[in-house]
Antibody, heavy 116, light 107 residues
């Protein structure tokens, strides 16, 4: 069955960077895009961007341009999302999700806490 | 960006009720709309895609409809497991955008 397993919770100081991983199994990793969505506590869902693991092509929401980088390692079927210049407002649960078009399968989420 | 607006924000209902909530897009998205269910502390779960297609394994009491800019999700007979927050999302145009959610509470 399709599974997306994310790395564990992180605590970072303001100004630092965080890199979250998303390991895929149960399907051909290069056949579907990986998206990243975040959710602050008690808030709604916010789409951050997408990456095609086959080509490496990617697109980011304007809000995150210049701060987010999405990469992948196809040899271990893993996608990564790195967010830099962290601020307190970036405290959220970050999800990876597989898409052909809609977001059919989601990781379990990774809590990133930004605190001094 | 395409804005997605859900109403109501909160809905109080009882087990067995028929409930309907709405999602409106600021521009036409034809039928490129998905609905997700999210429970506290869990990842969202896909219910409906392409506005009205039921995801495999999702109970048939969930029905999606609409096209263009107005969409609805109906639960024909609310079950205890359905108390959750529901989000719509357009995947017509990047950046993909979500509605703010409708929370279904126990009356």
């Amino acid at each position: 069955q399709v599974q997306l397993v994310q790395s564990g919770a992180e605590v970072k100081k303001p100004g630092a960077s965080v890199k979250v991983s998303c390991k895929a199994s149960g399907y051909t990793f290069t056949s579907y895009d990986i998206n990243w969505v975040r959710q602050a506590t008690g808030q709604g869902l916010e789409w951050m961007g997408w990456m095609n693991p086959n080509s490496g092509n990617r697109g980011y929401a304007q809000k995150f341009q210049g701060r987010v980088t999405m990469t992948r390692n196809t040899s271990i079927s893993t996608a990564y999302m790195e967010l830099s210049s962290l601020r307190s407002e970036d405290t959220a649960v970050y999800y990876c999700a597989r898409s052909g078009s809609y977001l059919g399968h989601w990781g379990q989420g990774t809590l990133v806490t930004v605190s001094s | 960006d395409i804005q997605m607006t859900q109403s109501p924000s909160t809905l109080s209902a009882s087990v067995g009720d028929r409930v309907t909530f709405t999602c409106r897009a600021s521009l036409s998205i034809t039928s490129w709309l998905a609905w997700y269910q999210q429970k506290p502390g869990k990842a969202p779960k896909l219910l409906i895609y392409k506005a009205s297609s039921l995801e495999s394994g999702v109970p048939s009491r969930f029905t999606g409809s609409g096209s263009g800019t107005e969409f609805t999700l109906t639960i024909s007979s609310l079950q205890p497991d359905d108390f959750a927050t529901y989000y719509c999302q357009q995947y017509d145009t990047y950046p993909w955008t979500f509605g703010q959610g409708t929370k279904v509470e126990i009356k």
